[in-house]
């Protein structure tokens, strides 16, 4: 499959924005994505942003995204207390949240799917797009009850290394996640591999994104 590259020299410093309405959102979506291109682009700068925890999702969130951008010398770790569940009915205050957020003028920007079903998902999506006008956005996918998941079209093969190191990461981070039945390394593999078949991964395994709008730059 022909492979698309970004506009981007080794060296060029990128301004990465993760998005998440939950303490493990980003890392399930994105997660392996995110080491990825600390890897490959050691001038990253990243903002990594979750926007409702409680004080003990909190302390994973922080110990979590710490590991995740271990390597990484410029980055922003912010964690909200929006009301979990609640994001629509407390609309204003999130979107007025998301208009400081103009000033960093990221080039890439994680963020969740537009038909996600969990209303907190879906609503920073819509204020993702509100905000940022002009940027490459790509929205990630999190398995759940809800049966939500859809056709990606952008997807991001990963090594190995990195995913065990992300379904390792999430088993260790977050274990008031423990005793919900979803939560659980079958199912981090198995939408990384059924990803990985949609997009002929060499290692097996790919996260996979929706990416509405994408200029060819020739
Ligand atoms: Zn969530």
Redesign the pocket.
Known sequence: MLKFFPDLKENDKVKVLCLG??SD?IEIGCGGTILKIIEHMPQVSVDWIVFSASPARREEAINSASEFLNNVHEKEIIIKNFEDGFFPYNGAEIKSFFEDLKNLSPDIIFTHYRHDL?Q??RLLCDLTWNTFRDHFILEYE?PKYDGDLGTPNFFVHLPSSIYQRKVDSLLKHFGTQENKHWFTPETFRAILRLRGIESRAPEMYAEAFHCRKLTWGI
């Open positions: 309405a939950h959102d969990h907190d998902h999190i």
